[in-house]
């Protein structure tokens, strides 16, 4: 800011950039400007806001120390450019016409929780607005899930189509209100309407009765899909084991936990422990689902998370979740609270959620018995975040996520996406095509890194149609012209052909990086590291493509943003089948068994899992390397060493053995499974005897599990001390799926922390494959820029 000017009237222009648009941010300029005696104007465009003023100096001053000071709750100043001018002559202060500029570009609003002034209006009978599912103002309501185009004005949302009423207008357009410039301000006379019918299409209730009729059929153990902010939800009584069960019957899920939505705080500390850290993430207005600790006598239904001691719980975000959770009447006129709903994605398993009508009449019509539907279009999909707490101190960054840095991202999305993420360096305009997995993309455009929405996996034409139409719509509202495109170093990723066949198309540059690095490089940025000194990369997860052609997912990098040296990694070991392997974790475990030369011994867990000729067919795989690529994967050392402890032989969703693993732990364990290393390579040969002679002892599997994961710790240590005394680097940066699991990251942290290592984790994306994108832009960027 070079703001500079001598006493007396004086002119100012201000151009500010940030999340500025949709927010309430003009209507506090005017207020501001009328507080303070200003005259002039301010005005939207596609590039941020401009403002000219006359004022007295001293006023003008005052004016921009309050711009920053006193924003609206949504708004975020990201730069503010100031210049001095001879006074205008203005007369009055106004709010123009928003202005289109070319190539222009902002930051745009995620979707915003209900505020507290909303839901008291929707809750007085008094108000006109009372029991209206789609009621907003500029501090809350959807923005990202209905914007076309910028800038943000109506025209450009899925609101057009709504003509204001004379009451909605005059708030709309008067400065002081607060439903000044609310995009999707409406109300039951001009609005969007709800409706509730069955499955086949025929009308059951509209408007209010609509909700009334849905919160009965929930009660009575039916499944209702809901039209929500992104997409649909499917929704049960999540106390009745029963409608638990049918969901999970129709939605194909075995196993996999189910997310709950919660009516408030006090019934959320009825069924879980909960923090004061966990309470905020919860109240915030971004409500994502939050991990939390099930108590043991909490009604809700075992079959809403098998064989997991946490549950994900998300409070209501948008006023028709809060008319669900209204108390009811029962059949003697007795009020009674309604109770937790699981409140799962739109889909069958591995497809994108519904977000059309008649989309989800054809997709869901096996799924549930009635919807609750809308008349609001969904712009852009967008699929519920899930995070979890961990201990501030646990990093050396100060970044955080809206002030809350105790949150550790599992998947951003909602409430988040597309939130910019401000790089440390200046960067081309670029498009990173992410993963095979949990895929989000990420484009970039000066210092912005824009990472979208869940995506998902890409494994079927509907994620990959999802996926192409995000990036054309991120393109759009980011004015991106990409200069290179950059993908995963595997050739056969839908992610990567994408990256390919555009690069070829339109004559881009096409850069492949390689799956760690991209890991290592995105927790660098997360923690804004300019990157001009390396850093010790541990990057582990359950599957990423290496340079040598086998599937890497235990490795000790040494990286920068440029490049990287991977000084350590496990051992190889085959996974005979490759998915199947991964499927069957007692398949990996007797693979692993043969590669160290341990014999099948008929007591082991997963010896008793195959029959005969199952064994002798994986001892000919094995000998003859059919389909066996070679992996140095955490993960599935992970899924070996839960098979071989009892844990599971057989798994139904990612990761699902290393879960229930790590479930049930025995936090008291001492002992420690010991890894050695040899010429740069992890030796598994020790840690694993020591397993299975345990577990021939009948020592318990929660004294088992935390020995492993001791384990773990003791030998990331050991290899960061070797690491630190051939190269003097200090800094650690965790990334990759595996630190999901809290144990081995609280005890990986404390221990390297007492030996003098700095700690980076994650903070603005998740350290899984949803965080690869904005790590391959970085590394992009820097090989770009070379």
């Not at 008291?120 to 008094?126: A, G, K, M, Y």
């Not at 499955?199 to 209010?208: F, M, P, Q, S, V």
């Not at 867990?605 to 000729?613: A, G, I, L, M, R």
């Amino acid at each position: 800011m070079n703001y500079q000017m001598t006493s007396g009237l004086r002119g100012a222009k201000i151009h500010i950039t940030g999340i500025v648009q949709g927010v309430g941010f003009r209507p506090f300029v005017f207020g501001l400007a009328m507080q303070l005696g200003l005259s002039g104007w301010v005005r939207n465009t596609s590039a941020g806001v401009d403002i000219e003023i006359d004022g007295m100096e001293n006023v003008i001053e005052s004016f921009l120390v309050a711009l920053k000071a006193e924003l609206p709750p949504l708004a975020r100043i990201d730069s503010i450019e100031v210049s001095s001018q001879p006074p205008y002559g203005f007369s009055r202060f106004e709010i123009k016409e928003s202005e289109a500029f070319e190539g222009a570009f902002q930051p745009i609003s995620p979707d915003v929780s209900i505020c507290p002034d909303c839901l008291r209006e929707l809750l007085d009978p008094s108000n006109r607005r009372f029991r209206y599912p789609f009621i907003n103002c500029t501090n809350c309501g959807p923005r990202f899930t209905i914007i076309n185009d910028i800038p943000y004005d109506r025209p450009n949302t899925t609101m057009a189509a709504f003509n204001m009423c004379t009451n909605c207008e005059a708030e709309y357009i008067n400065p002081l209100d607060r439903r000044f410039h609310a995009q999707p301000v409406a109300c039951s006379i001009c609005g969007p309407q709800v409706w509730l019918e069955e499955t086949g299409g025929k009308l059951i209730a509209e408007k209010d009765e609509a909700i009334t009729v849905a919160q009965a059929r929930l009660l009575d153990g039916k499944i209702v899909a809901i039209k929500g902010l992104g997409g649909f939800h499917l929704a049960c009584n999540a106390l009745d084991a029963n409608a638990v069960s049918e969901l999970r019957r129709r939605k194909l899920r075995v196993d996999k936990p189910f997310a709950l939505m919660m009516a408030d705080i006090r019934m959320v500390t009825e069924h879980c422990f909960i923090l004061g850290e966990e309470i905020k993430l919860l109240e915030s207005r971004q409500r994502p689902i939050v991990l939390l600790r099930k108590k043991p006598h909490s009604e809700i239904a075992d079959e809403v998370a098998p064989n997991q001691i946490n549950v994900g719980v998300m409070l209501p975000y948008t006023p028709l979740h809060y008319l669900l959770f209204t108390p009811f009447k029962d059949a003697h006129n007795s009020i009674h609270e309604f109770p937790p709903l699981v409140m799962t994605s739109g889909n069958l398993s591995d497809e994108p959620i519904a977000t059309d009508n008649d989309d989800a009449r054809s997709r869901l019509a096996s799924l549930a018995d009635v919807f609750i539907m809308h008349n609001r279009d969904i712009g852009t999909r967008c699929d519920d975040s899930v995070v979890r707490f961990v201990k501030e101190e646990l990093s050396e960054s100060s970044v955080s996520v809206g002030n809350h840095p105790s949150l550790y991202f599992l998947r951003r999305s909602r409430g988040y996406a597309p939130d910019s993420i401000q790089l440390p360096f200046d960067v081309p305009s670029l498009i990173a095509t992410g993963p095979e997995l949990k895929n989000t993309f990420c484009v970039t455009r000066e210092r912005y890194a824009f990472v979208s929405n869940h995506i998902g996996d890409m494994e079927n034409y509907e994620t990959l149609r999802s996926f192409e139409d995000g990036i054309k719509h991120f393109e759009r509202m980011f004015r991106v012209n990409p200069e290179a495109i950059v993908c995963d170093l595997h050739p056969d990723y839908l992610s990567s052909r994408y990256a390919l066949q555009r690069s070829n198309i339109e004559n881009l540059p096409l850069l492949r990086i390689q799956h760690h690095h991209a890991h290592i490089a995105a927790c660098m940025a997360d923690n804004g590291l300019d990157g001009m000194s390396p850093v010790i990369g541990l990057a582990f997860d359950g599957t990423g493509y290496g340079e040598d052609g086998t599937i890497w997912g235990g490795e000790f990098l040494v990286a920068d943003y440029a490049g990287y040296h991977r000084c350590f990694h496990l051992d190889y070991f085959p996974l005979p089948g490759g998915d199947a392997a991964i499927k069957r974790p007692g398949r990996t475990a007797l693979a692993l068994l043969w590669h160290l030369g341990i014999e099948w011994d008929g007591s082991l867990s997963p010896y008793k899992d195959f029959c005969f000729e199952e064994r002798q067919a994986l001892r000919v795989q094995l000998e003859r390397s059919l389909n066996s690529p070679k992996t140095s994967s955490f993960g599935r050392l992970f899924d070996a060493a839960a098979a071989l402890a009892g844990v599971r032989q057989m798994v139904n969703y990612e990761a699902q053995a290393a879960i229930e693993f790590e479930a049930v732990i025995d936090p008291d364990e001492p002992g420690v499974y010991e890894f050695e290393i040899r010429d740069g390579v992890v030796d598994l040969g020790k840690a694993i005897r020591s397993l299975i002679a345990d577990a021939a002892s009948d020592i318990p599997i929660p004294k088992i599990s935390a020995r492993f994961h001791n384990g773990v710790v003791e030998l990331s240590r050991a290899v960061c001390d070797e690491i630190r005394q051939q190269t003097g680097i200090d800094s650690v940066v965790l990334s990759g799926g595996v630190w999901q699991n809290m144990v081995l990251l609280d005890r990986t942290i404390v221990r390297l922390r007492s030996d003098g290592f700095k700690l980076y984790i994650h903070r603005q994306v998740p350290a899984n494959d949803g965080g690869i994108s904005f790590g391959q832009a970085a590394v992009g960027a820097a090989r770009f820029s070379v």
